[in-house]
Structure formats: C-alpha cells, structure tokens
C-alpha cells in the first residue's frame, strides 16, 4: 500500500496493479505470483491462505521510479478491495495474467459500482 500512496503522492494519474487468488480465494494486489522477490519466502499466492501469506520486505524497489524504495509500516500484502477503500478517487488499472475464471469474477465483483 505504501507504493500506491507514494505513487499517489507524487500525481499520478491511475494505478496499475496486478492481482493473484489465495488458496481461500481472496483477491490479493502483487505484481508476482511468486513472493520469493518481494518477501523472500519463496512461495506462489495461490498456494496460501491469506492469513498464511508472508509479509512484504521491509523496503521494496518501487519499478515505477528510479533509484525509488518504498518503506511502510503496513507490510501485509493487500486486498483488492482494500486498495478501492484507500484510493476511491483514483482510477485503477488492473492486469489478470492467468486464466483463471474465478478470479476474473471476484476481480469483477470487487470492482466499485461506478468503475464497472
């Protein structure tokens, strides 16, 4: 959460985010499918439940600036829905990168009414 604030912060127009299922199917934001990059557990999402999901690094490259790391508290790997309650003003881009009819539903499902 902390990326999107920063990108946020400093104008951005819209978020780009990539979204994975947990084992328990909850919708989580994560560029990676495999955690290994950005908590060190090398683990896919889909094989945890949330509540199993290891926390982010304490300080993450931010690909979208140079030279950028981002720090927060919050080291929990976010709910879809989570980012729409922090950012509803902001438009959001979203890439699915599997097949995965289930996730396309919850995805559309978790989506706010006015962006549908």
Do not use: W
């Amino acid at each position: 959460m902390a990326a999107f604030c920063h990108a946020v912060n400093v104008g951005t127009d819209m978020l780009e985010l990539d979204c994975h299922l947990t084992k328990d199917e909850q919708v989580v934001v994560s560029h990676d499918e495999n955690l290994k990059r950005a908590t060190g557990v090398d683990v896919s999402i889909s094989d945890l439940k949330y509540s199993e999901l290891p926390p982010y690094l304490c300080k993450l490259d931010v690909t979208f600036q140079k030279e950028c790391h981002c720090e927060g508290e919050d080291n929990r790997i976010p709910l879809l829905k989570e980012v729409f309650e922090a950012f509803p003003n902001t438009p959001v881009n979203i890439d699915i990168k599997v097949n995965n009819n289930v996730l396309i539903k919850k995805v559309h499902d978790t989506v706010p009414a006015a962006q549908n």
